[in-house]
């Protein structure tokens, strides 16, 4: 199985296809499996990179190891060492403490940007009054719970069974994992400016049901970015790539094909892990 050796750990990761290099990088609830509906969809013409962050799915950390901080490093090197200069990303959720700490280290790379059930850091007066109400109404109730729209597990249970089966292979960490980080002090504010710096193409990209990141809250971030994209995913929540893929993909397609569209000899290659480094 293909792993870098990076920063402590051993990085795992997988590429398909050929074209443009389209970076996947996934939640908390994930690691690369979930992107199973995504995979094939778009390797037939681009470059699809998933990896598993560190201390996710097949990568481990190191104990009282730089834990998320590293993530945008982590990422960095494994760009450089499969030769990949510039980049489209979808970053979902948690994946969004990758993408856009990784935009202000290491400007100039990334093409496209797709925040996916996550503002990115993208705060604005309106979208922490929208957070605030939100968290207000969903005291108490767990991450799991809130990881797929509320009739899922009822309306699809197979699909939902399976998405936490994948969330249980990953490995135990610490409480304060994910917990904001003094260390991310110059990211903690608002990345709009960072954003609007960057004048990169942004979709903001939602399940109109999220119950952790609500509709609301992207569609003001959006509105926060000009020159951004917003689009919703009907009867999806959190995870719509996950619950709602065929319309996940279109959206991501429609979006792709106007600002990062794949190259005309891409040719597709079977769908297999890894290449030999």
């Not at 996947?24 to 199973?36: E, Q, R, S, T």
């Not at 971030?221 to 709602?244: C, T, V």
Request: hydrophobic share 40%.
């Amino acid at each position: 199985m293909p792993y870098l050796r990076v920063h402590e750990i051993d990085l795992y990761y997988e590429e398909h296809g050929d074209g443009p290099a389209l970076v996947f990088a996934h939640g908390a609830g994930g690691n690369h499996l979930v992107w199973w509906q995504q995979v094939p969809a778009f390797a037939r013409d681009y470059r699809v990179i998933t990896f598993d962050h560190r201390a996710f799915g097949l990568s481990r950390d190191v104990p009282h190891g730089p834990g998320r901080r590293a993530f945008p490093l982590d990422l960095h090197a494994l760009l450089d060492h499969l030769g990949v200069g510039e980049f489209a990303i979808v970053a979902h959720s948690m994946g969004g403490r990758t993408a856009t700490p990784f935009l202000w280290l290491f400007p100039g790379r990334m093409r496209a940007l797709v925040l996916s059930g996550t503002i990115g850091g993208a705060l604005t007066d309106e979208v922490r009054a929208i957070q605030a109400a939100h968290a207000a109404r969903v005291a108490g109730r767990s991450m799991r719970s809130r990881a797929l729209r509320p009739d899922a597990e009822r309306e699809d249970p197979d699909r939902a069974h399976l998405f936490h089966a994948i969330g249980r292979l990953n490995p135990p960490r610490g409480p304060g994992f994910l917990a904001p980080s003094p260390g991310l002090s110059r990211w903690t504010g608002s990345t709009t400016p960072l954003l609007q710096r960057a004048g990169l193409p942004t979709l903001f990209l939602v399940g109109a049901h999220d119950m952790i990141v609500p509709a609301e809250a992207m569609r003001a971030a959006h509105r926060g970015l000009p020159g951004s994209r917003f689009a919703e995913i009907a009867n999806a929540g959190h995870s719509a790539y996950f619950e709602q893929p065929e319309a996940y993909n279109r959206a991501l397609r429609d979006f792709l094909d106007d600002v990062y569209p794949p190259t005309p000899s891409a040719q597709p290659t079977p769908h297999a892990p890894g290449r030999p480094a």
